[in-house]
């Protein structure tokens, strides 16, 4: 069965500094796509940036980018300058392509609560 | 920007009572999904629905959970007798395809069983 581990309970970062979450998963499928959400206090589930699998580049969504080591399993996100409005739970998700498994479900890590310091 | 729609925000409702969450998908979407998030805890997946049947269930999603799309635009989340630890956020989310693409998920609704 697949796994996502967010070894990071919290972060803080200096508002404008760059800060990077930490993400590991597991899995035996190849193929697959891997999420990170932001949910601000409202608890809404907002996308902030998606990787598939296949593609080696890494995604990129203005000051959100992943460092995606498909070898070493592992999917951190950075935020670059750093703002106020930022501050929220970032939730890593891991979604299979289905082709062996079957399976469409999101599976997410237990989320990291970033702060943003003025 | 086409949204999922969650009603209502926040329910509050007696142990034992049967409540129905509801959810409006984006237009085009065919395939559509429950996720509970217990407060302070990890999102959990409990079903997902396509072409009017379950395609997947998980362990938390028993026989007190039923869903339903009763007309072409809704999808409903039915808790037959609520417990106490029922009380979560639930999420809808809705996807255009199984395949290549992601799900979009609702702002959700905050079940409270007191």
């Known amino acids: 069965a697949q796994t996502v581990t967010q070894s990071q309970p919290e972060m803080s970062v200096q508002e404008a500094e760059t800060v990077t979450l930490s993400c590991t998963y597991d899995t035996s499928e190849s193929d697959y796509y891997l999420f990170w959400y932001k949910q601000p206090p409202s608890r809404q589930m907002i996308l902030v940036i998606r990787?598939?699998?296949?593609?080696?580049q890494n995604a990129t969504e203005n000051r959100f980018s992943v460092n995606f080591q498909k070898a070493a399993k592992s999917f951190s996100l950075k935020i670059s300058d750093s703002q106020l409005g930022d501050a929220a739970m970032y939730f890593c998700?891991?979604?299979?392509?289905?082709?062996?498994?079957?399976?469409?479900?999101?599976?997410f890590g237990t989320g990291t609560r970033l702060k943003v310091l003025a | 920007e086409p949204e999922v729609t969650q009603t209502p925000s926040h329910q509050v409702t007696q142990m034992g009572q049967e409540v129905i969450l509801r959810c409006v998908p984006i237009?085009?979407?065919?395939?559509f999904y429950w996720y509970r998030q217990i407060l302070g805890q990890k999102v959990e997946f409990l079903v997902s629905?396509?072409?009017?049947?379950?395609?997947?269930k998980s362990e938390i999603f028993d026989d007190q959970f039923s869903v339903e799309r009763p007309d072409g635009s809704n999808f409903t989340l039915k808790i037959r007798s609520t417990k106490l630890e029922d009380s979560a956020m639930y999420f809808c989310?809705?996807?255009?395809?199984?395949?290549?693409?992601?799900?979009?998920f609702g702002q959700g609704t905050r079940l409270t069983v007191v």
């Open positions: 237009s085009n979407h065919l395939y």
């Open positions: 998700a891991y979604r299979s392509a289905g082709h062996t498994s079957g399976t469409y479900k999101y599976i």
């Open positions: 989310a809705s996807s255009e395809r199984q395949k290549n693409t992601e799900a979009f």
């Open positions: 629905f396509y072409n009017n049947e379950i395609s997947e």
């Open positions: 990787q598939e699998a296949y593609k080696q």
